[in-house]
Protein backbone atom coordinates (compact mmCIF):
# COMPACT_ATOMS: atom_id res chain seq x y z
CA UNK A 1 0.00 0.00 0.00
CA UNK A 2 1.11 3.52 -0.48
CA UNK A 3 2.34 5.49 2.24
CA UNK A 4 2.71 9.30 2.48
CA UNK A 5 5.08 11.05 4.35
CA UNK A 6 4.84 15.07 5.01
CA UNK A 7 7.96 17.33 5.41
CA UNK A 8 8.76 20.92 5.35
CA UNK A 9 6.58 22.70 7.98
CA UNK A 10 7.99 25.45 10.67
CA UNK A 11 7.49 28.11 11.84
CA UNK A 12 7.36 31.69 9.90
CA UNK A 13 6.05 35.44 10.50
CA UNK A 14 2.88 36.24 8.43
CA UNK A 15 4.07 37.07 5.16
CA UNK A 16 6.28 34.48 4.96
CA UNK A 17 7.01 31.59 2.94
CA UNK A 18 7.08 27.82 3.31
CA UNK A 19 6.98 24.70 0.81
CA UNK A 20 5.32 21.27 1.74
CA UNK A 21 6.20 18.31 0.38
CA UNK A 22 4.11 14.77 0.35
CA UNK A 23 6.71 11.92 -0.46
CA UNK A 24 4.54 8.28 -1.75
CA UNK A 25 6.53 5.20 -1.41
CA UNK A 26 4.15 4.25 -4.74
CA UNK A 27 2.05 5.69 -7.56
CA UNK A 28 -1.72 4.86 -6.54
CA UNK A 29 -2.81 2.89 -9.06
CA UNK A 30 -5.80 4.85 -11.75
CA UNK A 31 -7.49 8.19 -11.17
CA UNK A 32 -6.15 9.75 -8.15
CA UNK A 33 -6.05 12.60 -6.46
CA UNK A 34 -3.25 14.40 -4.16
CA UNK A 35 -4.91 16.29 -1.91
CA UNK A 36 -3.92 18.42 1.05
CA UNK A 37 -6.16 19.24 4.17
CA UNK A 38 -5.35 21.23 7.36
CA UNK A 39 -6.59 20.45 11.16
CA UNK A 40 -6.27 23.01 14.29
CA UNK A 41 -6.06 21.62 17.74
CA UNK A 42 -9.55 20.01 18.56
CA UNK A 43 -11.29 21.11 14.98
CA UNK A 44 -11.91 18.88 12.47
CA UNK A 45 -9.81 18.62 8.92
CA UNK A 46 -10.66 21.29 6.44
CA UNK A 47 -9.30 21.14 2.91
CA UNK A 48 -6.53 23.59 1.69
CA UNK A 49 -6.07 21.85 -1.90
CA UNK A 50 -5.98 18.82 -4.89
CA UNK A 51 -4.22 17.92 -7.25
CA UNK A 52 -6.74 15.32 -9.67
CA UNK A 53 -5.07 12.86 -12.10
CA UNK A 54 -8.56 13.02 -14.27
CA UNK A 55 -7.88 16.11 -16.33
CA UNK A 56 -5.16 17.18 -14.47
CA UNK A 57 -7.01 19.65 -12.67
CA UNK A 58 -5.97 21.71 -9.35
CA UNK A 59 -8.22 22.57 -6.80
CA UNK A 60 -7.98 25.39 -4.12
CA UNK A 61 -10.49 26.72 -0.55
CA UNK A 62 -11.12 30.22 -1.27
CA UNK A 63 -8.57 31.15 1.93
CA UNK A 64 -5.55 30.07 0.34
CA UNK A 65 -6.67 30.85 -3.36
CA UNK A 66 -3.85 33.24 -4.74
CA UNK A 67 -1.76 32.43 -2.15
CA UNK A 68 -0.95 28.27 -2.39
CA UNK A 69 0.06 26.34 -4.98
CA UNK A 70 -0.11 23.12 -5.51
CA UNK A 71 2.17 20.94 -7.59
CA UNK A 72 3.65 17.65 -8.33
CA UNK A 73 7.00 15.89 -9.48
CA UNK A 74 5.86 12.55 -11.14
CA UNK A 75 9.53 11.28 -11.33
CA UNK A 76 9.98 11.75 -7.57
CA UNK A 77 6.30 10.49 -6.79
CA UNK A 78 6.24 13.73 -4.70
CA UNK A 79 3.15 16.40 -4.32
CA UNK A 80 4.16 20.21 -3.08
CA UNK A 81 2.72 22.97 -1.53
CA UNK A 82 3.63 25.88 -1.91
CA UNK A 83 2.33 28.09 0.59
CA UNK A 84 2.99 32.27 -0.08
CA UNK A 85 1.59 35.27 2.03
CA UNK A 86 1.06 33.26 5.53
CA UNK A 87 -1.09 34.33 7.95
CA UNK A 88 -1.66 33.70 11.18
CA UNK A 89 -4.79 31.89 10.74
CA UNK A 90 -2.55 29.46 8.75
CA UNK A 91 -1.48 27.66 11.43
CA UNK A 92 -2.38 23.84 11.54
CA UNK A 93 -1.09 20.44 11.43
CA UNK A 94 -1.01 20.11 7.43
CA UNK A 95 -1.79 16.33 6.08
CA UNK A 96 -1.06 15.34 2.83
CA UNK A 97 -3.85 12.68 1.32
CA UNK A 98 -4.30 10.32 -1.79
CA UNK A 99 -7.55 8.89 -2.85
CA UNK A 100 -10.23 8.24 -5.30
CA UNK A 101 -12.95 10.87 -5.35
CA UNK A 102 -16.00 9.92 -7.08
CA UNK A 103 -15.97 13.44 -9.45
CA UNK A 104 -14.63 16.90 -9.37
CA UNK A 105 -17.24 18.34 -7.06
CA UNK A 106 -16.26 15.73 -3.57
CA UNK A 107 -12.20 16.05 -3.94
CA UNK A 108 -12.40 19.15 -1.05
CA UNK A 109 -14.40 16.47 0.81
CA UNK A 110 -11.76 14.40 3.07
CA UNK A 111 -14.14 11.38 3.53
CA UNK A 112 -12.55 10.83 -0.48
CA UNK A 113 -9.54 10.09 0.43
CA UNK A 114 -8.13 6.59 1.74
CA UNK A 115 -4.58 7.33 2.34
CA UNK A 116 -3.27 9.87 4.62
CA UNK A 117 0.37 10.70 6.05
CA UNK A 118 1.05 11.80 9.45
CA UNK A 119 0.75 15.69 9.32
CA UNK A 120 3.90 18.19 9.19
CA UNK A 121 2.76 21.66 11.88
CA UNK A 122 2.76 25.16 10.17
CA UNK A 123 2.98 27.75 12.90
CA UNK A 124 2.69 31.38 11.76
CA UNK A 125 3.56 34.12 14.04
CA UNK A 126 1.71 37.91 13.54
Known amino acids: QVQLEESGGGSVQAGGSLRLSCAAS????????MGWFRQGPGEERVFVAA????????FYSDSVKGRFTISRDNAKNTVYLQMNNLKPEDTALYLCAAGYPAGSSRVRWSSEYQIWGQGTQVTVSP
Open 26 to 33: GRPFGEYA
Open 51 to 58: WRWRGDMT
